[in-house]
């Protein structure tokens, strides 16, 4: 066996030109499909965890006219729901663990220190969201039942806000003054906690929200209707929950009104499905990048064995098989591919940042998949695997047909 | 060797390592197939850019009261200068003041959209009023590609400004409203000209039907089929309801040309209707709708930029008249900046795809050079006889090089071929209509040449080096 | 019509310096039939490349009717070639994807004849070696006689001054070779010049001239019957 691979490193070394650009063929086909597997693979990793660590059983209702046009559809949306109904839906499913509102106000000011700022974004919601939200509570506390009752003026920021305002001290028991929609009328606000902006797919659902507040705290803008309500199950209960929900409210939808759910595994489901299409429409190039170079081992293994055709006739007649011929063959081009497959994973590897997390992620606008890198030990595995298969796969037909020719012939002219 | 000998034996060459050569063909035709249908993909995205950017609505530019203006970058905290600002509110002055003080080829106008409700259409008499339609985001199409597909902001933005206070009783579909309302441009002469609207019959109001606020109108043209059917509209009756319920006689003075004679009805979807079925009165012509104080006063002056304009640099002027005139108490906002960005964005997104689609092409072309060496060395013997026979480095170099090409050729058209089918596939998985037109064809043929043309130099040379006397004792 | 004056061609094989030939000199004239014989390694191969244009020698003068050829472009060498000499080797050397008919037309094809032409010539050259009747042939359908008498259909292809032929027997049985030094016997009656290499006596009795050489250097100069004698 060491012979055999002895020889073999002899023979490649033989036309050392010829083996490098084989090698740098398998090696750029190998670094695109490890590239894109990995971002397959890393993506659909970070959705399942997102999908287990909350989405899984959160689901959001509105009630709405859903018109269906050729080109589209739009979607109406109807503010039906008071503060109120969180404890109704409690009440009468149970199914339901909690309930919040959560409403974004993407213009709010705040006052520090004389200085007036803008703010990235506000939210208003109910005390069930943090616990819903898995939000971690990095100082303080979140703000309870009786605050959103007495709409009671007080403010969580988050670490962002934290770090820029309150460098260094602890910003608990400060006040701020905010205004929403960037009115001139501001409020003071007791700082109560700090939060964890934490990954990017909770901050898509907070819309980017970097302060938090009781939801009737501020003026409210619908008077106290809100359009959607916030849903969080009981463990893999959420279609039962939405089930409930949905014949609760099934009333207050008039005219061509329905109640319409929105599952946040379907966001995340969506999310995948594009990233799979991305992957798809990457993987493509992949694909056929592979197939050329699989053709592109085939026939310089073909030419191999045209040029080897008297050494294979030598070798014939000092008495090895045709089966030890074609082995040899084989040997070789799956050496070939693998040298090259390593090549591309580590060319892959090297360029993995810049490739997968600035080009990738920046421009397919999955700012979600930010901070994604690196390369995935999958699509290591299955490049590894493929160049192997591809190796011995397009090294078969080259092998038997060093084996098919005849000692003698062979040992006369090279005529293939 | 008279060049048609040279093709002739070069073919010979090919045929003669038929499987081989057909391998070569098929990468390099592959390789270029991946790269014609990409560049029929990104010429039809490009080309749908550049119409986006040569639309009327994007040459638009905004002026907006500053107080009340904020452009929301997304960072989490921003400094906001503390200084009072006072609202601005545009009057008639004020246009008619930039309009004189702006060179040739800016559009001064106030534009102002409402439904009004029309006696004349499905004869209603309920109350409906047009509540809290809150268009939640536009056509969904599928794919990653939707980034060049934004709806405009404004769309949006009107309606948030114009949702009423109190709650509304019940809510009514687009399809109702467009039952019984005309959809009502209230403008001013500079929209007219801006857009070019064409009249089919009739006139425009003048200047001075805006400054009085005359009851006229001026309709599009299938709302005028659908409101007279066959009849002559001009001089015709338009009863309007206004808001606060009063009613008024207008009467039609024009009827604008056709402007989608393809667009049908049915593209009333995300709350729009065709602008056939629209209408355009004086904008003072109208009772303000609910947040408008009873003055004349308007919340933004629209500044078209016609195309003899470089949109940035009409920008820059325009900021700075506005400057001058308001004195900072004003904003100009356009969508040049994001206009700009989204290039930017589609400009990196091909780069990343052409890289990846033009890694096949690299590796066919790594494959030729391969082949092509392995190819001369074969040959080393051959190469010798014929330079005995009377050929020189010259002509063997040019042999090799005319069989590379002839084998690149071959990939390219094969590659052409493939690329078609190709880009049906693509088509599927992005939902975008790829063509596949003579510059990308020509560019696929330009590129079998010049892989080819790299790629077979080398070997050539390498053949051409050949010394004779030691190639003929090979045996 | 030919003349070498103090031909000197060295070159090495590895470390080693190899004089093939030494100073030779040599004038061959129209319508002679020149053998020259030697050992392997006594420079008869170079001396045939160099005659033929194939070999540029390190020192000395090559007079093709009093033109230097030594001085030529690699281009006008190549014109010389393809004009002047036809080469006939001892494993035949034709293009294994060429018909017997096509492979008598390369030449003509450096010449820039027209297809027709050419093909009309290269026919009746065939036939002229007695090989009409294979025209269409590939080489490997044909006997090792029947391919170097397409070979020397080819050598002949325009009309060459002089013909080279390497061992022209060297591959084939007697008297398939007997058969092959009648044809270029005849040739030479007709008026060509030819030279043979060879290290077989027996086939440089059928030249009238004999050139024995020896570590490079020509060590003997006659015509045949001298040599007999």
Same mark, same amino acid.
């Given at each position: 066996m060491l012979d055999n691979l002895r020889f073999t490193f002899r023979v490649m070394l033989r036309r050392p030109l010829r083996t490098l650009l084989t090698i740098l063929q398998v090696g750029l086909g190998v670094w695109i499909v490890t590239i894109i597997l990995s971002i397959n693979f890393q993506a659909n990793d970070r959705f399942d965890e997102w999908l287990t660590s909350y989405g899984e059983d959160l689901a959001s209702i509105r009630i709405s006219i859903i018109e269906e046009f050729e080109y589209g559809r739009s979607e109406s949306i109807m503010?039906? =729901? !008071?503060?109120d109904d969180i404890e109704l839906i409690k009440e009468s499913s149970a199914n339901v663990k909690s309930a919040f509102i959560f409403e974004q106000v993407y213009s709010a000011d705040i006052i520090h220190g004389g200085i007036r700022y803008q703010l990235g974004g506000l939210g208003a919601t109910t005390e069930s969201f943090a616990d819903a939200m898995n939000l971690q509570v990095l100082e303080g506390s979140f703000f309870t039942t009786t605050d959103v009752i007495d709409k009671n003026k007080v403010i969580l920021i988050s670490e962002v806000i934290k770090e820029q305002l309150f460098p260094d001290s602890s910003p608990i028991g400060q006040t701020l003054a905010v205004s929403t929609w960037s009115t001139d009328e501001f409020s003071d606000y007791e700082i109560i906690g700090v939060y964890k902006q934490v990954d990017p797919i909770m901050n898509m659902l907070l819309m980017e929200s970097h302060v938090l507040i009781p939801l009737e705290s501020h003026n409210p803008y619908h008077g106290s209707y809100y359009s959607e309500i916030y849903i969080k199950s009981l463990p893999g209960r959420v279609t039962d929950a939405v089930g409930d929900v949905r014949n609760l409210f099934?009333? !207050?939808?008039?005219? @061509?009104?329905t109640v319409n759910p929105t599952y946040m595994s379907e966001n995340i489901t969506w999310m995948k499905e594009s990233i799979r299409l991305v992957s798809l429409f990457l993987g493509g190039f992949a694909f056929i990048a592979i197939v050329i170079s699989s053709i592109g081992i085939l026939s310089i293994m073909l030419v191999s064995v045209v040029e080897r055709t008297r050494e294979i006739g030598i070798r014939r007649a000092l008495g090895a098989s045709k089966l030890s011929i074609i082995g040899q063959v084989i040997n070789e081009s799956i050496i070939l591919s693998l040298i090259g497959a390593g090549l591309g994973i580590l060319a892959a590897a090297v360029l993995e940042k810049y490739m997968i997390q600035d080009l990738i992620v920046s421009i397919f606008y999955m700012e979600i998949l930010d901070g994604l890198g690196g390369l995935h030990p999958f699509a290591v595995l299955i490049s590894l695997l493929l160049t192997v298969c591809v190796g011995a796969l397009f090294g078969l037909y080259p092998a038997i047909r060093a084996a098919q020719m005849s000692p003698v012939d062979a040992l006369k002219e090279g005529k293939i | 060797m008279l060049f048609t000998d040279k093709i002739r034996w070069a073919f010979r060459h090919s045929r003669r390592r038929f499987f081989e050569s057909l391998l070569i063909v098929l990468t390099i035709g592959l390789g270029i197939s991946v790269v014609v249908a990409i560049l029929g993909l990104f010429s039809h995205v490009t080309q749908q850019q550049s119409a986006w950017m040569n639309d009327k609505h994007f040459r638009t530019v905004q002026l907006y009261s500053a107080d009340s203006f904020r452009a929301h970058d997304g960072s989490p905290l921003k400094v906001v200068p503390m200084i009072e600002r006072e609202k601005v509110d545009f009057t008639l002055d004020d246009l008619a003041e930039l309009k004189n003080s702006l060179p040739e080829g800016l559009f001064v106008y106030i534009q102002e959209n409402t439904m009004l409700r029309s006696k004349l259409l499905a004869g209603d008499e309920s109350e409906v009023t047009i509540s809290n339609i809150s268009g939640s985001g536009g056509v969904e199409f599928g794919?990653?590609?939707?980034?060049?597909m934004q709806v405009s902001e404004e769309i949006t933005e009107v309606t948030t400004e114009e949702i009423i206070e109190e709650r509304p009783s019940s809510l009514t579909s687009f399809e109702d409203i467009f039952e019984t309302h005309i959809a009502i441009n209230q403008i001013t002469s500079d929209f007219i000209t801006f857009n070019e609207l064409e009249l089919e019959s009739g006139t425009w109001f003048t200047d001075k039907d805006v400054d009085d606020g005359n009851k006229v109108i001026v309709l599009g043209s299938k709302l005028a089929t659908q409101l007279? #059917? +066959?009849? +002559?509209?001009?001089g015709k009756v338009v009863p309007l309801t206004s808001h606060t319920g009063v009613e008024y006689d207008f009467i039609v003075i024009g009827v604008v040309a056709l402007i989608h004679d393809d667009l049908d009805e049915s593209f009333s979807g995300m709350g729009f209707r065709s602008e056939d079925y629209s209408a355009y009165v004086p904008l003072t012509a109208v009772e303000r709708s609910? =947040? #408008?104080? +009873?003055?004349?006063? =308007?919340?933004s002056i629209s500044i078209g930029v016609s195309f003899e304009w470089d949109l940035g640099k009409a920008i820059e002027v325009i900021e700075t008249e506005v400057n001058r005139y308001f004195g900072g108490a004003v904003v100009v906002s356009s969508s040049y900046a994001s206009q700009k960005e989204t290039e930017q964005m589609s400009k990196k997104i091909g780069l990343v795809i052409g890289l990846f689609a033009s890694v096949g092409l690299v590796i066919a072309t790594i494959n030729i050079l391969n082949l092509m060496l392995a190819r001369v060395l074969t040959r080393t013997k051959s190469v010798g006889i014929m330079i005995a026979l009377g050929g020189n480095s010259a002509s063997i170099f040019s042999e090799f090089l005319l069989e590379a090409i002839i084998l690149g050729l071959f990939g390219a058209l094969l590659g052409i071929i493939l690329s078609f089918g190709l880009a049906k596939i693509l088509q599927l998985l992005v939902l975008i209509s790829i063509s596949i037109k003579l510059p990308q064809l020509l560019i696929g043929i330009g590129l079998g040449l010049v892989v080819s043309l790299l790629f077979g130099v080398y070997p050539a040379y390498q053949a051409a080096k050949i010394n004779p006397v030691d190639a003929l004792r090979i045996e | 019509m030919i003349r070498l004056e103090k031909i000197s061609k060295e070159y090495f094989m590895g470390e080693v310096e190899i004089?093939?030939? @030494?100073s030779v000199d040599l004038a061959i004239q129209r319508g002679e039939f020149i053998s020259i014989m030697g050992p392997s390694g006594s420079g008869k191969s170079t001396m045939l490349h160099i005659l033929g244009a194939l070999d540029q020698p390190s020192s000395g003068c090559y007079y093709l009717e009093d033109v230097a050829i030594t001085e030529l472009s690699d281009q006008e060498l190549s014109r010389i070639r393809n004009k002047h000499f036809g080469f006939i080797f001892q494993s035949y050397n034709l293009f294994n994807e060429l018909t017997a008919l096509e492979n008598v037309t390369v030449p003509m094809m450096y010449a820039k004849f027209p297809k027709r032409e050419r093909n009309e010539l290269a026919r009746t050259l065939l036939e002229r070696v007695g090989m009409g009747h294979r025209v269409s042939h590939y080489p490997n359908q044909l006997s090792g006689g029947e391919q170097q008498r397409v070979a020397i259909a080819r050598a002949l292809a325009n009309n060459p001054t002089l013909i080279l032929a390497d061992e022209p027997t060297g591959n084939l049985a007697t008297d398939q070779g007997e058969e092959i030094l009648r044809i270029l016997s005849e040739l030479n009656e007709q008026g060509t010049t030819v030279v043979i290499v060879t290290h077989d006596s027996k086939v440089a009795q059928s030249a009238k001239r004999l050139i024995q050489l020896r570590d490079g250097r020509i060590v003997n100069d006659a015509p045949i019957q001298k040599a007999i004698s």
């Open positions: 503010s039906e =729901f !008071r503060l099934a009333y !207050r939808a008039q005219n @061509d009104a | 794919g990653s590609f939707s980034v060049t007279f #059917e +066959d009849q +002559d509209p001009i609910y =947040f #408008e104080s +009873d003055e004349l006063t =308007f919340h | 004089k093939a030939l @030494d």
